[in-house]
């Protein structure tokens, strides 16, 4: 305090010792990075279970890995205006949300069949007798932290059973970086099987995933029932339109709810915040199995590729289930791009990803 203080007066501000320390309360002085910060700092809060990513100076996102949670993820994700784009429930609530499928928080990996478990639904929302049927998502520890013109986090992940069993080893390695106007996440994931043969099953319920914002969720009068692949339904509320202005497009040139379940290099979500225009997408990689991913897109604000669940997503399609032998890997890249202030067209975004291609 005494050195924020001492800079204050430095500066000759004019601010009321009341004002000094109603700032310092609010975290408004403390938490802020200088304005002048060029490229990606990372900033480790380990008594948080995360870590920030600045870029430019400016909250982009959190790694965050609290041991209450079943998974690691995002949280919050800013578009590079300041607008907060992620949902806030169940971690920060916001009034006229939607409080539906606890387990979609910020930006998330995983998926609903693995050796059958289940690691995309489990969540509080599930009943201790039925948790064996749950797999969950442990954060080991922080392989390194990197600030820089690009910032790089690499973390190492266990994918476990109720019964604290290890099925696979993650190693998820986050690549950030961007400008004034747009912001990328490049996320590789080397999974491996060490306890015996892991296999990656048919399920809808995948993989990298988003659940955003209300007013990128697609306007809709009616209230509608989602059933998870074990049969629990989940019903999604008509809710108020007022503001909500999301609309999908993919590279296959389809639109809105036509976009699920069909297969893309990449799917763009694209609405109004603040009075300005944000585009995000998702872009699979050629490398991975499974590629072209399925756009698992729905318009109550669910963002997120599958490249593991071709069957659950088109009946007509073989089922496909994908092994990893005990000590081999599996390795899969997923990009996230997010822009202000203008709409991504469907040309800038096969440039990026022809670029995403040749990068890894």
């Known amino acids: 305090m005494r050195t924020v203080m001492n800079l204050l007066v430095s500066m000759k501000w004019k601010i009321s010792g009341f004002c000094i320390l109603t700032l310092l309360a609010s975290g408004m002085i403390l938490n802020a990075q200088p304005s002048g910060d060029k490229g990606v700092k990372l900033v480790r809060v380990d008594d948080k279970h995360k870590v920030d990513v600045y870029i430019n100076g400016n909250l982009f996102t959190s790694y965050q890995y609290p041991e209450n949670i079943e998974k690691t993820f995002l949280f919050p994700v800013n578009a590079p205006d300041g607008s907060v784009v992620t949902r806030g429930y169940p971690i920060e609530p916001r009034k006229g949300e939607r409080m539906d499928h606890p387990h979609h928080i910020g930006i998330w990996f995983n998926h609903g069949n693995v050796n059958g478990l289940d690691f995309w639904n489990n969540s509080s929302a599930i009943p201790v007798e039925k948790k064996d049927l749950y797999g969950h998502i442990v954060h080991q520890k922080i392989v390194q932290a990197v600030s820089g013109k690009k910032g790089i986090l690499e973390v190492l992940l266990n994918w476990v059973d109720n019964k604290g069993n290890t099925l696979l080893t993650e190693n998820a390695r986050y690549v950030f970086y961007g400008d004034k106007n747009s912001s990328t996440i490049d996320h590789i994931s080397t999974l491996t099987a060490i306890n015996g043969t892991v296999t990656i099953g048919e399920s809808k319920e995948g993989l990298f995933a988003i659940r955003v914002d209300r007013a990128f969720e697609m306007p809709s009068k009616e209230s509608l029932i989602f059933t998870d692949d074990k049969g629990n339904p989940t019903t999604v509320k008509a809710a108020d339109n007022t503001g909500v202005t999301g609309m999908y497009t993919s590279s296959n040139g389809l639109k809105g709810d036509a976009v699920w379940g069909t297969r893309n290099d990449w799917v763009i979500l694209s609405g109004i915040k603040n009075n300005v225009r944000i585009s995000m997408a998702i872009f699979d990689n050629p490398k991975n199995p499974g590629y072209p991913a399925y756009a698992h897109a729905r318009g109550y604000g669910l963002f997120s590729i599958n490249n593991f669940g071709q069957n659950s ?48």
Do not use: C, W
């Open 313 to 360: 997503y088109d009946p007509k399609q073989e089922k496909r289930s994908y092994k990893i032998e005990k000590g081999k890997s599996m390795t899969l890249y997923h990009r996230f791009y997010i822009q202000s202030g203008s709409e991504l067209t469907p040309e800038h975004a096969n440039k990026v990803f022809k670029e995403f291609s040749k990068e890894y």
